[in-house]
């Protein structure tokens, strides 16, 4: 088992950033791919982006691409998303998400691990 725990979250204002950290701990060596996923008040929980274990090669969805980085110190077993130039739009609830296959899932439920979240609000 991998326990995630997301921390980072707050109220900012647009323009501003902000960075959230992931902490990894459990049977960490058993998953291959770590994520990001969002949910808005009122929408759908969408994925944002998700990197190796390695750390290496990152992706990202169009909406945050330029924007936010996702990085993994292996050393720490911390996972990371970089959140700059924030807008109105990407207020929601934050999660971070692993699993033991190489696939960068859609779908939050289809990981394997997943944490309980962290608020993120900008205003403007």
């Known amino acids: 088992q991998v326990q995630l725990v997301e921390s980072g979250g707050g109220l900012v204002q647009a323009g501003d950033s902000l960075r959230l950290s992931c902490a990894a701990s459990g049977r960490t060596s058993s998953t291959y791919v770590m994520g990001w996923f969002r949910q808005a008040p009122g929408k759908e929980r969408e994925f944002v982006g998700g990197?190796?274990?390695?750390?290496?090669?990152?992706y990202y969805v169009d909406s945050v691409k330029g924007r936010f980085t996702i990085s993994r110190d292996g050393a720490k077993n911390m996972g990371y998303l970089q959140m700059n130039s924030l807008k109105l739009e990407d207020t929601a609830v934050y999660y971070c998400t692993a699993a033991e296959s190489r696939y960068y899932y859609r779908k939050f439920d289809l990981w394997d691990y997943r944490g309980q979240g962290t608020q993120v609000t900008v205003s403007s």
């Open positions: 990197i190796p274990w390695s750390g290496v090669g990152a």
